[in-house]
């Protein structure tokens, strides 16, 4: 089973950047669309962004222009560019298959945004 970990998150100030990092155990970018999700306690996860295996990119209406999602499937990882956080974003990320394909949920990485 492919396994992904999350890395890159911290504490930043509203307007700050941080790039998150999702490192997969195989080779599966290139063949399945893939995408970034938070969830806030108490609420339901939600994706953010996706990237197709062409490399066609989407997101929710809440980080358009904020956020780019990128894959390297030389290395088996895939990005989150997250720019003009803002306190709203504060959540726990994941990265997952947001298609037909998906395996076991990692820790994800806690992304915090201070007013």
């Known amino acids: 089973q492919v396994q992904l970990v999350e890395s890159g998150g911290g504490l930043v100030q509203a307007g700050g950047s941080l790039r998150l990092s999702c490192a997969a155990s195989?080779?599966?970018?290139?063949?399945?669309?893939m995408g970034w999700f938070r969830r806030v306690p108490g609420k339901q996860r939600e994706l953010v962004a996706t990237?197709?295996?062409?490399?066609?990119?989407n997101y929710v209406d809440s980080v358009k222009g904020r956020f780019t999602i990128s894959g390297d499937n030389a290395k088996n990882t895939m990005y989150l560019q997250m720019n003009s956080l803002k306190p709203e974003d504060t959540a726990v990320y994941y990265c997952?298959?947001?298609?037909?394909?998906?395996?076991?949920w990692g820790q994800g990485t806690q992304v915090t945004v201070s007013s």
């Open positions: 990237i197709t295996s062409r490399g066609l990119t």
């Open positions: 195989g080779s599966i970018f290139s063949a399945t669309t």
């Open positions: 997952n298959g947001a298609g037909n394909w998906q395996t076991a």
